[in-house]
């Protein structure tokens, strides 16, 4: 079941949620929307689900190519997980998740033993049979985030949809389930879009990613795409740590102090103010100066994983973050106050009209 | 479906079993001879403001021994009386309760203009004093009054007649289910009910199913303290009555036994303590309600905050 | 084609329960209450301010305003004694004294007015020996601006049933548990935590009490006391009996517009009326807004 969102706006009073956006998923795709707060994608899979509505006149939505726009929450067939799981607080676990096959009209309402058979497999598949007849009260947050997701799917639902899924749950748990979740939706291939804000949890789950910021979709792509060839310095910043060096554009070049960063396609006119941004993993620390490499001094090291984090002082400009492998910091024996060498080996250059 | 293993998660948070610490700690208490005097004190104030008056009752109502008592109450004009009360609360209690959940229900649900002008304005009858309540229903159906005429040429009689205490006991008892329920459904906000619409649930199933459980207990104490206000009622009913015989409720035949009746005050007070009694089972059942009521707020807070 | 839908809401019911909640407000509460205030417009402004500034209006006026001004300030003390103990102590008897707070809710008021008549007279339980002890209490009575500045004379009453004194008492009666139930709950969720912090930064009970959290506790007693004081102005029925009303001695305002309505006098009724109507719903906007501006600094 594929779903197609086009040319959606949505505004609040004064405050607009979501400008023309457009989005398309595949069947069978796992879908995040990944952004800040305020970025709208939320507003955009309540528009998905139908508990929200686009603004008069504007876009639609497709399930499987049938337009839905007109069609309530009710009649569209879709599993929503509440960010805060929304509980029937009065319902057992059990009660809480047949209770969508309970409020079918009696015509296509399963009988008794089929519902019990349903909810049953649900709760084996999401392990918590032993749990149906507590009360939402009685279960730790991991265990109510499996009982919603349980009610959602009870439905049979064309698409699943899950707003901040892992949001209030602690980090450990967070990480298992988010996994859990991935082999999940491998085992039922259903179409399934989820809200984060997470950009771990984004890159870790899904097979694309969109990547929302001020009512819009900056960037929609696979993990790596997103990661490795982020399209504008939002995404760049949103995804991962970065670098950022600001300077001006000379003959297709940024110039930063004495050095420069080949511009690619930044466009930009000549001269006009440019930023590089770089990944930490990107910067290169060296004993010894190569032409364009950035004097600078150890000021921090931090140990963080795999990688030894260098916090480095040029002699002037901003902080530089660089990520090394353990290796190669044993091997240059940084310590600090240490002076050393900077050089970038991958960058970015962005036309400066972005401000962090 | 095959079985997709998830992780082993722990079981139920040891929060959600909060425990208050232990209580009194010592930077932040008094000296033991202070906590006794001020709860002597307090026990001091209550007896004699509270407790004292409500065995007064008994005690003056059993004045005359048992006999005088039961005859006091074994009287036609009493039972009179307790009819009109049962038919005035029993019509201003059902009403004012679904009143009260469709105020609640479109107060806290949705977001409108004027909701804050609605809020004040179901608070208005608590602010009007019982005198007025009762007044402002002669002004409009009273002989002389807005649709006076007109209800006289058909030989209608709603001031000085029971229409006009049902309305009166109406008025006084308005506000009270509404004002219970509009800060529970605040705070259970409306998620419960988004997921039961996309479960597929229909506008009444998602009512009967999900919001009524929800709220039962703020409703049935809203309910039982309108009740208790309904059949206790004085100053309103008085006004609309006009005190003719046959049209007094309970409190207003205790008032007339209580100044008609100089050589005993008996029967007032046998009278009385049916209302006493009353006050009581209310008072009983009431602890027994907010105590339930505020699991139900309790539960209401757990969900979501946690973890 | 476009489906053509209006703004659609997920949860049902708005326009059901919006409508029933106005037409039910609008018939009950409304149109009545309009009937006041369009009754009195028709009075001319001469013909109000003969009936409101006759003296035993006036003095109605002023008993009515004296009296829940001091049962008011009596309930603060005692209210906050009461909402302390039961809010901090744990104590044999403490579930029991806690259910009783709300009996003067529970408990028809005028069950409570011949309850308190009784005990407060000269043969009752507390009447008697107040004789024994020769009570005697001072008020100010309201005299009538003839021809002086200070309209008041203080007289000295020695019994409690049938003077301003038992009002008084009436009032403290009912306005009890508006103090204590606005207090409590604050007092219950404020934690020890500040108290101790306080204690720790070297202050002393009585200054952490005074200094921190009295002023914690400063807006619900303030509107524990409007409350009640707002509920004593149009209060009749527990007053009715204790006040023996006696012409310009004990006569309050809600009394005042019963003995016009007994005579048919509607026009002097309801100005009586707008006045206390007035005054209360000044009263508990004051309230409100009092409220409003806690809460903007993050105190209610």
Known sequence: MSIEVRNISKSFGAFQALADVSLRVESGELVALLGPSGSGKTTLLRIIAGLETPDHGSGSVLFHQEDVTAHNAGQRQVGFVFQHYALFRHMTVFENVAFGLRVRPRNVRPDRATIRQRVSDLLRLVQIEALAERYPAQLSGGQRQRVALARAMAVEPRVLLLDEPFGALDAKVRRELRRWLRRLHDETGITTVFVTHDQEEALEVADRIAVMNKARIEQIGTPEQVYEHPVSPFVYDFLGKVNLFRGRLEDGRLTVGGSQFGAGAAGGEEGSAAVAFVRPHDVEVARHANGNSIPARVDHISFVGPFVHVLLMPKNGEPIEAALPRERWRELNLQPADEVFVEIRSARVFADDYSI | ?307 | MRPLFKQRRVVPGFGLSLGCTVLYLGVIVLIPLSALFFKSARLTWPQFKTVVSSDAVMAAYTLSFEAALVAALVNLPLGLLVAWVLARYRFPGRRFLDAMIDLPFALPTAVAGITLTTIYSDSGWIGRWLETVHFHAPWLMWRGFDGSWWPFEVQQFTSVSYTPIGIAIALIFIGLPFVVRTVQPVLQDMGLDIEEAAASLGASRWQTLRRVVLPELRPALLSGFALAFARALGEYGSVVFISGNTPLQTEIAPIKIVQELEQNHYAEATSIAIVILLASFFVLLTVNLLQRHYARRGMA
């Not at chain 2, 229900?105 to 949705?110: D, G, H, R, V």
């Open chain 2, 1 to 307: 479906m095959s079985l997709v293993t998830p992780p082993q998660l722990a079981g139920p948070s040891s929060k959600s079993a909060a425990m208050r610490p232990p209580h009194p700690r010592s930077a932040a208490t008094e000296p033991r001879w202070l906590k006794i005097l001020l709860i002597i004190s307090m026990v001091g104030v209550l007896g004699l403001f509270l407790i004292l008056p409500l065995a007064s009752v008994a005690v003056e109502a059993l004045a005359g021994g048992v006999k005088a008592y039961v005859d006091a109450l074994a009287n036609h004009e009493t039972w009179e009386a307790v009819k009109l009360t049962l038919i005035a609360a029993g019509i201003a209690v059902p009403l004012n309760s679904v009143f009260g959940v469709a105020a609640a229900w479109c107060l806290t649900k949705f977001e409108f203009r004027w909701k804050s002008l609605l809020m004040t304005l179901i608070d208005v009858p608590f602010a009007v004093s019982p005198v007025i309540s009762g007044l402002v229903f002669v002004l409009v159906f009273g002989a002389r009054g807005w649709l006076g005429p007109w209800l006289a040429e058909h030989n209608i009689r709603i001031v000085f007649a029971t229409p006009g205490i049902v309305l009166a006991t109406i008025f006084v008892t308005f506000p009270f289910v509404a004002r219970e329920l509009i800060p529970l459904m605040e705070a259970q906000g409306n998620e419960e009910e988004q997921a039961a619409r996309v479960l597929g649930a229909g506008g009444w199933q998602t009512f009967w199913r999900v919001t009524l459980p929800n709220i039962k207990w703020g409703l049935l104490y809203g309910l039982i303290l309108c009740n208790a206000r309904a059949m206790g009622e004085f100053g309103a009913v008085a006004v609309v009555s006009g005190m003719y015989p046959g049209q007094r409720t309970v409190p207003l035949e205790v008032e007339s036994l209580y100044t008609g009746h100089l050589e005993s005050t008996v029967p007032a007070f046998a009278v009385a303590s049916l209302l006493a009694i009353l006050g009581v089972v209310t008072l009983i059942i009431k602890s027994i309600v907010e105590w339930k009521y505020r699991q139900e707020l309790a539960a209401t807070r757990k969900q979501g905050t946690e973890e």
